[in-house]
């Protein structure tokens, strides 16, 4: 399974973006796909989840409100949709298969990483 992120850019504060996952290879519609970002000077943490077909998403805490994953797997794609962004939503984000999620709430397992694209948003 091959990941590319897309979509990445320089936004202003208040406004959206979408980013897309594109997968490759048979496995990536059976699998969970998750986004994750990396801000400056910060450890990668978790942004959204979606399992294979759709009907399941999750989301970090703090991100649910403005955040929408949805997949299309005709597409082989995966996207995030993400509104009212602040500067702190700055960093590298990358998509990730297949993505976990334990009881406690952590998201392990994920062998496959896509290169991220970088999301840049001005005050």
């Known amino acids: 399974v091959q990941l590319q992120a897309s979509g990445g850019g320089l936004v202003q504060a208040g406004g959206s973006l979408r980013l897309s996952c594109g997968g490759s290879?048979?496995?990536?519609?059976?699998?969970?796909v998750g986004w994750f970002r990396q801000a400056p000077g910060k450890e990668r943490e978790f942004v959204a989840s979606i399992n294979w077909i759709g009907g399941m998403a999750y989301y970090a805490d703090s991100l649910k409100d403005r955040f929408t994953i949805s997949r299309d797997n005709a597409k082989n794609t995966v996207y995030l949709q993400m509104n009212s962004l602040t500067p702190e939503d700055t960093g590298v984000y990358y998509c990730?298969?297949?993505?976990?999620?334990?009881?406690?709430?952590?998201?392990?397992?994920?062998?496959?990483w896509g290169k991220g694209t970088l999301v840049t948003v001005s005050s």
């Open positions: 990730a298969a297949p993505v976990a999620r334990s009881s406690g709430g952590t998201y392990y397992g994920m062998e496959y």
């Open positions: 290879g048979r496995l990536f519609s059976r699998y969970a």
